[in-house]
């Protein structure tokens, strides 16, 4: 079963405007990711917070993580067209477990 | 530098036959895994492999079997294929375990059973 749970599934902004995505996981972690995945194409990695970490900033990019809580979120600043695609988290739950991914947000950025 | 290959892109399997997804990377990652991605179901793990000689089940294991003779190839093989196996597969790459890396996928081979 998965892990994740990203919410919502889509989301339709303007350009320019910030898009927030969530994500909520049932089990204790040590890591959680946040990938791309353009349409017909594999995925991208965009950045990986440890479970002793709140926050991390790549760019336009911000994640936060709240283990209290079992969630994390995924900021994109100053949205332009060329962010259209899905966004997956997925988390690691310990040292060589493999990945285990949620079902993803479709982000729309209308120009 | 090719990271992550798959081949084929695209294949049309008739029930019953069988097949093989190849993977290959070039960046001596020890950890590769598949995954399928159908409409609304996000990624699910079929096997992965911590190492060469080493591999494991994920979620949706049945009807395939994989190996990993070699650091770079962890081929993908259909038994017996079955319209259920329709999907796009994924196959992903990173350094041993995951505790600080993130994965590195391939573009993907879309199957067809019929």
């Known amino acids: 079963s998965q892990q994740g749970e990203e919410d919502p599934q889509a989301l339709s902004i303007q350009e320019g405007e910030n898009a927030t995505m969530n994500c909520s996981y049932k089990?204790?972690?040590?890591?959680l990711q946040w990938y791309r995945q353009n349409s017909g194409r594999g995925l991208v990695h965009l950045i990986l917070?440890?479970?002793?970490?709140r926050e991390k900033h790549s760019g336009r990019l911000r994640v936060t993580l709240d283990t209290s809580k079992k969630s994390s979120s995924l900021l994109i600043t100053a949205s332009r067209a060329a962010d259209t695609a899905s966004y997956f988290c997925a988390t690691v739950l310990s040292g060589n477990t493999p990945l285990v991914f949620g079902k993803g947000t479709r982000l729309s950025v209308i120009a | 530098n090719a990271g992550v290959t798959q081949t084929p892109k695209f294949q049309v399997l008739k029930t019953g036959q069988s097949m093989t997804l190849q993977c290959a990377q070039d960046?001596?990652?020890?950890?590769m895994s598949w995954y399928r991605q159908d409409p609304g179901m996000g990624l699910r793990l079929i096997h992965y492999?911590?190492?060469?000689?080493?591999?494991d089940q994920g979620e949706v294991p049945n009807g395939y079997n994989v190996s990993r003779s070699t650091t770079e190839d962890f081929p993908l093989r259909l038994l017996s294929a079955a319209p259920s196996q329709t999907s796009v597969y994924f196959c992903a790459s990173s350094y041993s375990g995951t505790v600080s890396w993130g994965y590195t996928f391939g573009s993907g081979t879309r199957l067809t059973v019929v």
């Open positions: 917070i440890r479970s002793n970490e």
């Open positions: 089990t204790s972690i040590n890591n």
């Open positions: 960046m001596n990652h020890e950890y």
């Open positions: 492999s911590v190492g060469a000689g080493i591999t």
